[in-house]
């Protein structure tokens, strides 16, 4: 697609119940990355993918959070047992390669209230 | 720990005038630095970036200086116009995922 788009734009659940949130990256680019802004913060590292090899997990804060990337391309973050702390936008960003020195291109993000 | 600093989290500046965004950052494995403008409800979009074997890059009415030895990186815009009005991030790497700062609310003034 021409950019990376992600899914649902806004996303209210109860605490405890599972979400699952998506991002399609750019077709060609090999690295997915998930990131997270709570209010007033700036974007935190949560995951990356890059190709087959085994995903880069140090930013995910806790268990209840795991993300796959099925055949390469589509990406899927899940959040088990939601706190109201999980409450934030969920930013998904792809590059070509996930080597360093490489721009980072964003979708617009999924909205996640956790009431 | 915060690696990378965004100390001023709302800049105003009238339109035509200088914008400058600073951004400082404490980790000296850092060699790729970039800035990101985000609109409300959209995502970031990347903007400019630089490299550490560089003191400066430019592209059209902005500009990202990096003093390595100050571990400090600045932004400017000129000249700034309102639809420059945005929250700008600045991002440092050392492999591949990247450090985000606070971000700084830039409004441009007509």
């Known amino acids: 697609g021409a950019g990376v788009s992600q899914s649902p734009s806004n996303k209210v659940t109860e605490k405890g119940k599972d979400v699952e949130l998506r991002c399609d990256p750019i077709?060609?680019?090999?690295?997915l990355y998930w990131y997270r802004q709570s209010l007033g913060q700036g974007l935190e590292f949560l995951i990356y993918?890059?190709?087959?090899?085994?995903?880069?997990k140090s930013g995910l804060p806790s268990d209840r959070f795991s993300a796959e990337r099925t055949g390469g391309s589509v990406s899927t973050l899940t959040i088990q047992r939601t706190q109201q702390e999980d409450s934030a936008v969920y930013l998904c960003?792809?590059?070509?390669?996930?080597?360093?020195?490489?721009?980072?291109?964003f979708g617009p993000g999924t909205r996640l209230l956790v009431l | 720990d915060q690696q990378v600093k965004q100390n001023s989290p709302s800049l105003s500046v009238q339109e035509g005038r200088i914008s400058i965004l600073n951004c400082d950052y404490t980790n000296s494995m850092f060699d790729y630095f970039l800035w990101y403008k985000k609109y409300p409800a959209e995502g970031p979009t990347f903007l400019i970036s630089i490299s550490s074997i560089k003191d400066k890059n430019e592209d059209g009415r902005f500009t990202v200086f990096l003093n390595k030895s100050a571990k400090h990186l600045s932004l400017h815009i000129v000249p700034s116009q309102p639809g420059d009005s945005a929250v700008y991030f600045c991002a440092a790497s050392a492999r591949s995922k990247l450090v985000f700062g606070a971000g700084t609310i830039l409004r441009v003034k007509s």
């Open positions: 993918f890059q190709g087959n090899s085994a995903p880069d």
């Open positions: 077709s060609g680019h090999t690295a």
């Open positions: 960003a792809s590059s070509l390669a996930g080597v360093g020195r490489e721009t980072q291109y």
